[in-house]
């Protein structure tokens, strides 16, 4: 059974901090890239981070540029997003994804997806 299993969403207060963790079942992460996207309601989902398998290539959005780290623990099997500096229109399911690559850069696509984790940033 192949499953990417996101967790770590919830409310938080404007300027809070969340850790997302994405843990992959039936197939090891050491040679897939991970994508992080978000969705919100209404709205097209979105790409957020990017992690290559080598871990030595990541990109962000330019909303979420130096305020979300992206990391991967390949022994655990586990891709986490750091969010600090949280803001309201952060507000999303965020959703892992990933992708077999030994490229140094993120994919165009990716294979496997999770179901989503809730994030609502709120006062």
């Known amino acids: 059974q192949v499953q990417l299993v996101e967790s770590g969403g919830g409310l938080v207060q404007p300027g809070g901090s969340l850790r997302l963790s994405c843990l992959a079942s039936?197939?090891?992460?050491?040679?897939?890239?991970i994508g992080w996207f978000r969705q919100a309601p209404g709205k097209e989902r979105e790409g957020v981070s990017c992690?290559?398998?080598?871990?030595?290539?990541?990109n962000y959005a330019e909303s979420v540029k130096g305020r979300f780290t992206i990391s991967r623990d390949n022994a655990r099997n586990t891709v986490y997003l750091q969010m600090n500096s949280l803001k309201p229109e952060d507000t999303a399911v965020y959703y892992c994804?990933?992708?077999?690559?030994?490229?140094?850069?993120?994919?165009?696509?990716?294979?496997?997806w999770g179901q989503g984790t809730q994030v609502t940033v709120s006062s």
């Open positions: 994804a990933a992708a077999p690559s030994l490229s140094s850069s993120c994919p165009d696509e990716y294979d496997y």
């Open positions: 039936g197939f090891t992460l050491d040679y897939y890239a």
């Open positions: 992690i290559s398998s080598s871990s030595d290539s990541t």
